[in-house]
């Protein structure tokens, strides 16, 4: 067995994970390298949520019966369980959302609607870059349309990185918002975050950071980034789906209207008007996603309980491994940083002349779990000028050998395919 410095007892690990003892396809044992898309959920998150379920489920903030109060202690309790782990300055600044997509739409509405000097109108400036997930571009073009605004965006190196060489050009005294990944779900690039904020921060400009695949992989400190707002989702980080968060700086929540209009969103109602509740439930119309805030805190749990800097050691270590294992392969060609410095966990990569939709099936067959296409970052296959690519992501339960049976079912796909 291959033994690398920085690994986590993956042994221990992967026995709190029911589903990777699984078998498929006619008893091939399951290798999981679809992280990026979504993690898997450990015994201790699952459990947190038939807990609830059989125990507490009823609605929260509203009732004044006991189930009522337990589910606000539970649901609450999450908020402030992200709030540190983020290292927020305020619990009031963590909104629950559904997803990070939902987080990032909220961002663009509530700019697009606010008053001065925030608002976003046909005067201004958007930009983002050229590497983002659909869900950092989508909302931004919708926003640009509706309002007028101008949409620009850093493009991309070579090598798969930002290209800041014109960074003063494309961040003006005009852009109002700045926002960006921290760590690129296709590429796997790192962003030097430092040196575009300093920029924003030059000209006035809002900064979001959409931190969808790097709260799952490494500490995250919100005040540290030194950006307005910070995104991020629950089902990456082995909490389950329905749950997103959105991190904003307290001063802005309180001046930014909201998005949805409900019930719990609001302070008083008239039939002539309403005025809304504070933040966080400014923003969190309706009955929100109660059960999977609660699933979301007991991930944290686990992953606090096992130090997020010593996750951050033991994907490096993978993803090292990875890179020099995969570039032993013949005709493989890596999108992106062809180094493990300064990337996440994720490697996308073409295969000769063989379509990443055909090396992901006949993987498949083998029982290794890959993704396969754009990634929801079609830009980025554009500027590469590849149809899609193949793309192996790890977690903290992935091993080297893991990493041998993609290696060892990417030599099968060459000679099936001739």
Same mark, same amino acid.
């Given at each position: 067995m291959t033994q690398l410095p920085g690994l986590l007892d993956t042994e221990a690990i992967r026995k709190d994970f029911p589903i990777l003892d699984r078998q498929v396809h006619d008893g091939r044992k399951l290798v999981y390298l679809d992280n990026a898309a979504t993690s898997q959920k450990p015994r201790q998150v699952l459990d947190a949520l038939g807990e609830y379920y059989e125990r507490y489920n009823a609605n929260v903030h509203r009732g004044v019966h006991?189930?009522?109060e337990e589910a606000t202690a539970l649901y609450e309790?999450? %908020?402030?369980?992200v709030a540190e782990f983020v290292n927020a300055p305020s619990r009031d600044e963590v909104i629950f959302t559904k997803n990070a997509s939902e987080s990032l739409n909220l961002v663009a509405n509530m700019l697009g609607w606010a008053d001065e000097p925030y608002r976003v109108d046909h005067e201004t400036e958007i930009v983002i870059t050229e590497m983002e997930h659909h869900s950092n571009i989508v909302p931004w073009q919708l926003l640009a349309q509706r309002t007028g605004a101008k949409l620009k965006w850093f493009g991309l190196t070579d090598d798969?990185?930002?290209?800041l060489s014109n960074i003063d050009e494309v961040i003006t005294e005009k852009t109002k918002i700045v926002s960006f990944v921290l760590?690129?779900? +296709?590429?796997?690039?790192?962003?030097?975050? *430092?040196? +575009?904020? %300093?920029?924003?921060? *030059?000209?006035?400009?809002?900064?979001?950071?959409d931190a969808s695949q790097a709260a799952p992989h490494m500490p995250l400190d919100v005040q540290a980034l030194q950006a307005?707002?910070?995104?991020?989702?629950? /089902?990456?980080m082995c909490g389950p789906t329905g749950i997103g968060v959105l991190w904003? %700086?307290?001063e802005l929540l309180e001046d930014l209207p909201p998005f949805l209009g409900g019930g719990e969103m609001i302070e008083t109602v008239s039939m002539s008007s309403s005025t809304y509740a504070p933040a966080p439930h400014k923003f969190e119309a309706g009955t929100p996603p109660i059960a999977q805030a609660v699933g979301l805190g007991a991930a944290i749990d686990y992953l606090s309980a096992i130090g997020m800097d010593k996750v951050l050691a033991h994907e490096h270590a993978i993803t090292e491994y990875a890179v020099k294992r995969l570039t032993e392969v013949p005709d493989l060609r890596i999108i992106g940083p062809a180094t493990a410095e300064d990337r996440g966990a994720a490697i996308s990569f073409t295969l000769g002349d063989i379509h990443p939709h055909d090396v992901g099936q006949v993987l498949d067959e083998q029982g290794i779990a890959v993704r396969v296409g754009h990634h929801c970052a079609r830009p980025v296959c554009l500027r590469y000028g590849i149809p899609a690519t193949t793309r192996a992501s790890f977690y903290l339960y992935s091993t080297p050998a893991e990493i041998d049976a993609l290696?060892?079912?990417? *030599? /099968?796909?060459r000679n099936f395919f001739g």
């Amino acid at each position: 067995m291959t033994q690398l410095p920085g690994l986590l007892d993956t042994e221990a690990i992967r026995k709190d994970f029911p589903i990777l003892d699984r078998q498929v396809h006619d008893g091939r044992k399951l290798v999981y390298l679809d992280n990026a898309a979504t993690s898997q959920k450990p015994r201790q998150v699952l459990d947190a949520l038939g807990e609830y379920y059989e125990r507490y489920n009823a609605n929260v903030h509203r009732g004044v019966h006991v189930l009522a109060e337990e589910a606000t202690a539970l649901y609450e309790g999450a %908020r402030d369980k992200v709030a540190e782990f983020v290292n927020a300055p305020s619990r009031d600044e963590v909104i629950f959302t559904k997803n990070a997509s939902e987080s990032l739409n909220l961002v663009a509405n509530m700019l697009g609607w606010a008053d001065e000097p925030y608002r976003v109108d046909h005067e201004t400036e958007i930009v983002i870059t050229e590497m983002e997930h659909h869900s950092n571009i989508v909302p931004w073009q919708l926003l640009a349309q509706r309002t007028g605004a101008k949409l620009k965006w850093f493009g991309l190196t070579d090598d798969g990185r930002l290209d800041l060489s014109n960074i003063d050009e494309v961040i003006t005294e005009k852009t109002k918002i700045v926002s960006f990944v921290l760590v690129s779900n +296709i590429l796997g690039t790192v962003n030097p975050v *430092e040196a +575009i904020v %300093r920029r924003a921060q *030059e000209v006035g400009a809002l900064v979001c950071v959409d931190a969808s695949q790097a709260a799952p992989h490494m500490p995250l400190d919100v005040q540290a980034l030194q950006a307005d707002f910070v995104a991020f989702t629950g /089902h990456k980080m082995c909490g389950p789906t329905g749950i997103g968060v959105l991190w904003g %700086r307290q001063e802005l929540l309180e001046d930014l209207p909201p998005f949805l209009g409900g019930g719990e969103m609001i302070e008083t109602v008239s039939m002539s008007s309403s005025t809304y509740a504070p933040a966080p439930h400014k923003f969190e119309a309706g009955t929100p996603p109660i059960a999977q805030a609660v699933g979301l805190g007991a991930a944290i749990d686990y992953l606090s309980a096992i130090g997020m800097d010593k996750v951050l050691a033991h994907e490096h270590a993978i993803t090292e491994y990875a890179v020099k294992r995969l570039t032993e392969v013949p005709d493989l060609r890596i999108i992106g940083p062809a180094t493990a410095e300064d990337r996440g966990a994720a490697i996308s990569f073409t295969l000769g002349d063989i379509h990443p939709h055909d090396v992901g099936q006949v993987l498949d067959e083998q029982g290794i779990a890959v993704r396969v296409g754009h990634h929801c970052a079609r830009p980025v296959c554009l500027r590469y000028g590849i149809p899609a690519t193949t793309r192996a992501s790890f977690y903290l339960y992935s091993t080297p050998a893991e990493i041998d049976a993609l290696v060892d079912g990417l *030599e /099968h796909v060459r000679n099936f395919f001739g």
